[in-house]
């Protein structure tokens, strides 16, 4: 329920499990979708990068947690769409990546998956 008026038009930033926007609101159902995924939602990502760190299920808050003790500059993640024309959000690469330094470095460290937390969530932020 909504207590405040609201003032059209804004912007809209939706990320979720299931979808990753850019929505221009200038109206009650009058939207304009401007950015989208092309691939895998933010909270997907999150979700499949936990897993590949053996942490548990929801992954966002697992893997927040565990970069609080990481280092975000050791892993060198890509950012995401970084100089694409289109202004659309991909996760794959990055989390092919989180995938590939994992493997590189196996058996993995409670450090090593502080870092790679850390790191992951950096590159999405710059993303976002």
Same mark, same amino acid.
């Given at each position: 329920?909504?207590?405040?008026?609201?003032d059209?038009?804004?912007? #809209?930033? =939706?990320?979720s499990? @299931?979808?990753?926007?850019?929505?221009?609101?200038?109206?009650? %159902? +009058?939207?304009? !979708?401007? *950015?989208?995924?092309?691939?895998?939602a933010?909270?997907?990502?999150?979700?499949k990068?936990a897993?590949? #760190?053996? =942490?548990?299920?929801? @992954?966002?808050p697992?893997v927040?947690k565990a970069?609080?003790? %990481? +280092?975000?500059? !050791?892993? *060198?993640?890509?950012?995401?769409?970084?100089g694409?024309?289109q202004?659309?959000?991909?996760?794959s690469?990055l989390?092919?990546?989180?995938r590939?330094?994992?493997?590189?470095i196996?058996?993995?460290?409670?450090? +090593?998956?502080?870092?790679i937390?850390?790191?992951f969530?950096?590159?999405?932020?710059d993303?976002?």
């Amino acid at each position: 329920r909504l207590t405040d008026g609201l003032d059209f038009p804004y912007l #809209l930033l =939706l990320v979720s499990g @299931g979808h990753t926007q850019i929505v221009a609101v200038r109206g009650v %159902g +009058d939207y304009q !979708r401007w *950015a989208t995924t092309i691939d895998d939602a933010l909270g997907e990502a999150f979700d499949k990068t936990a897993k590949m #760190l053996g =942490l548990p299920y929801p @992954g966002g808050p697992n893997v927040e947690k565990a970069a609080a003790s %990481g +280092d975000a500059s !050791r892993f *060198a993640f890509p950012r995401p769409m970084k100089g694409a024309a289109q202004p659309d959000f991909s996760f794959s690469g990055l989390k092919t990546a989180v995938r590939q330094a994992a493997t590189a470095i196996a058996p993995l460290s409670d450090r +090593d998956v502080a870092d790679i937390c850390a790191s992951f969530q950096a590159a999405v932020a710059d993303a976002l």
